[in-house]
């Protein structure tokens, strides 16, 4: 059992850098539903392997023992090493916690004071001016959804720019990307493998939201220079924002004018190939945790004398 639910906790190691293949070579859509999939996978494989690490530790001392009405020593692969993990994986989980605790309880701050700060502005159907020098913009996601834009920003851009912008933005809100982001963000507090993931997730939603803001527009070098201007107009300002609120200016900036001034390419077989593999890491994950967990649960009945080895 001990060694199939290491496997989980070692598969998310892998995930950041064929996460970033994946993005470069599929079309950003499918590369961030696949993306984010896999790595809710993952996160809730740790979660699961620590979580069966923690009882089997448990269950070899005396006083948990008698509570799962053990009748006999339950079997593990070394008791040398049960304690010693089920203690590191307690303290591992303890830590997913705190931290994603933490998060949720700041970026409800912050999306509160972004909510009141847009009800404050003038709005003219989902768009919602702020009056702040400080050029800023992004997709704030509620009922109902908001583009809130500064009149900083505005003054930065000309009336074509804007209106790319604006598209960019409402892609955002319309494709339920807080939803991705927010998925991203609770899977990094359950693995530090998982971390690196969470940008390549935001890059894909800032991708996606580059390419209907293009064709919305239907000018890709319109939609670049907007996005460029933006972010150069944005560079240090904006005041602190959720982890799932989207912006224009968030992201590798160059990377993403590049994708735009390139031509649109559809999924390619080498991209497929990444998502296969990103698939397989998901899948073996969930396997092997699944299977060391059912594998728990049998010697735990043997322990307690309702079944055979």
Known sequence: MTALLILPLLVPFVLPALSRRAL??????????????S???????????????????????????????????????????????????AGALAVCAWTGTRSVLRQTRAFRAA??????????????????????AYALPGRPHRIVVTTGMLRSLDGAEREALFAHERAHNSGGHHFFLAAAELAAHCHPGLRRVRDVVRLAVERVADEAAASAVGDRR??????????????????????????ATSG?????????????????????GFAVLLAACAALSCVASATGVIDFH????VAQGEAER
């Open 252 to 272: 590798p900036v160059p990377r993403r004018v590049e994708a735009l001034l390139a031509a649109p390419r559809g999924r390619r077989r080498a991209g497929s």
């Open 39 to 89: 790595a809710v996978a993952l996160a809730g494989c740790t979660l699961a392997a620590l979580g069966a690490f923690v009882l089997t530790g448990l269950f070899e001392l005396p006083f948990f023992a008698a509570l799962g009405e053990l009748v006999r020593p339950l079997h593990a692969v070394s008791d040398r090493y049960v304690l010693p993990l089920a203690a590191l994986s």
């Open 222 to 247: 319109l939609t670049a220079r907007a996005i460029a201007r933006a972010a150069l107009a944005g560079q240090g300002a904006g005041a602190e924002r959720p982890a799932f609120v989207s912006g």
């Open 298 to 301: 049998h010697q735990v009945e």
């Open 24 to 37: 470069d070579r599929l079309a950003p859509t499918a590369a961030l539903w696949v993306i984010t999939a």
């Open 115 to 136: 909510r009141t700060e847009a009800g404050r502005g003038p709005a003219a159907g989902d768009l919602c001016v702020v009056d702040s020098p400080s050029p800023d």
